[in-house]
């Protein structure tokens, strides 16, 4: 189990979590290549976000620790909607391409849903298309969502067993919140989705033995508003007035009254991009 136990709430180590499943993840590269099948993910980044250049660095030196093979492909800001999409059905041709990530945001003349409705359903390790959001919604088999598949694991790393758990998911858009939400119903939880308009979140934060903080504001989740010993995953990504990294959750104040708890940064964070690896050898598995 990757927690730290201290007088207080456990620390839910994601990085220590990440290397022990990347780990396990380059044996199994290995094991596919024996194979004669090397997993390969496309990375495409469309101009100079400095944000997202970061992501998109840590994603390429990620495929490169686990005998993942990188396309990294960076275009100017000026590249046409048609020009990407040519290239993303060049990819989705390509056999050797097993996943294609687009880095998001793109320029405003780029259509975002164009962009990821045109990546083969296959090849969508993201999970972010309507038919993977759909193979989720219907318990098919398909691509999750790396972020809330990341946090599923976090969750599981603690032990406790979620049948008949009360999670709360404070959040509800495409790419975490409404995901999340599913994943918990999977796994046999009984589950309340906050957002912007909910009235009174705490009133059903206390009631929580889950809460999952995804809403990108800080302090959404205070100490008063959680259930002694919950579970608390914080998936925020914010800077507080001294320019330092934190979560949506008051970290300080929630930790001494939550069972378990995320840190920010080095919770969610280095799973999210694990869980893309995962699926990225899921799909060369499924091809082979």
């Known amino acids: 189990m990757m927690t730290h136990q201290t007088s207080r709430g456990q620390l839910i180590d994601g990085v220590a979590l ?29 101009g100079d976000d400095p944000a ?3 992501y998109v660095r840590n994603k390429v030196k ?35 391409v097993h996943g294609i990530l687009v880095q ?11 962009v990821i409705e045109a990546i083969s359903v ?12 759909g193979q989720l919604m219907t318990g098919a088999p398909g691509f999750r969502p790396c972020t809330p598949y990341g946090c599923m694991k976090l969750i599981e790393s603690t032990g406790v067993d979620l049948r008949g758990k009360h999670a709360v998911v404070i959040g509800r858009s495409n790419t975490v919140g409404k995901p999340m939400a599913l994943l918990l119903l999977q796994a046999n939880a009984t589950v309340t989705i906050c957002h912007s308009a ?10 929580a033995d889950i809460v999952v903080a995804a809403v990108g504001k800080r302090n959404v989740l205070t100490a008063d508003m959680v ?3 919950a579970i608390v995953i914080d998936v925020g990504m914010n800077r507080n007035p001294d320019g330092k990294l934190c979560g949506d959750v008051d970290f ?4 001494p009254v939550a069972g378990f708890i995320t840190p920010v940064p080095g919770g969610v964070g280095p799973m999210t991009i694990t869980m893309l690896l995962v699926n990225t050898l899921e799909a060369a598995q499924r091809a082979l």
């Open 227 to 229: 259930k002694p010993g």
């Open 122 to 133: 296959c090849k969508d390790v993201d999970g972010y298309a309507t038919l993977s959001a």
């Open 18 to 46: 990440s290397a022990q499943l990347r780990s396990q993840l380059a044996e199994r590269v290995l094991a596919l290549k024996s194979r004669g099948v090397t997993p390969g993910l496309a990375v495409i980044l469309v």
């Open 252 to 255: 300080a104040g929630v930790r």
């Open 104 to 114: 998001m945001p793109l320029p405003k003349h780029i259509s975002p849903h164009k």
């Open 62 to 96: 990620a495929c490169a620790d686990t005998g993942v093979r990188s396309v990294f492909e960076k275009y100017e800001a000026s590249l046409s909607e048609a020009d990407l999409l040519a290239r993303i059905a060049a990819l989705n041709a390509d056999s050797a």
């Open 198 to 207: 909910t009235l009174e979140i705490g009133q059903h934060t206390r009631q």
């Open 52 to 54: 997202s250049a970061v």
